[in-house]
Nanobody, 125 residues
Framework: QVQLVQSGGGLVQAGGSLRLSCQVS????????MGWFRQTSGKEREALATERWGGRDTVYSNIAKGRFTISRDNVVNTVYLQMNSLKPEDAAVYYC??????????????????WGQGTQVTVSS
């Protein structure tokens, strides 16, 4: 059974940093592309970053570029999202996702087959 268990998140002041973690079990983690998304109430889930080909390629959306960093540790089967210079508009529920079979686009949620439970990030001004 594939499971993605997230940790991290919480409340941070504007300008601060947080690191989200997502530990994967149930398959050979290093083989699969991973992504991070976020979602606010009433909006579609939006892509932030992906790490592909065992970490050899990373791609960021314009939202995340320059402030967020995706990384992975294949030893502990975990993907991370380091978020710096957080803004109030970054407040959302953040999700990690695993692409079990290649999808159309890394930035499209339906390309991913497994999802973490989500973690709330709140940024105070």
């Amino acid at each position: 059974q594939v499971q993605l268990v997230q940790s991290g998140g919480g409340l941070v002041q504007a300008g601060g940093s947080l690191r989200l973690s997502c530990q994967v079990s149930g398959l050979l983690f290093s083989r699969y592309n991973m992504g991070w998304f976020r979602q606010t109430s009433g909006k579609e889930r939006e892509a932030l970053a992906t790490e592909r080909w065992g970490g050899r390629d990373t791609v960021y959306s314009n939202i995340a570029k320059g402030r967020f960093t995706i990384s992975r540790d294949n030893v502990v089967n975990t993907v991370y999202l380091q978020m710096n210079s957080l803004k109030p508009e970054d407040a959302a529920v953040y999700y990690c996702a695993l692409e079990f079979t290649p999808g159309d686009s890394w930035a499209v949620p339906r390309s991913y087959d497994y999802w973490g439970q989500g973690t709330q990030v709140t940024v105070s001004s």
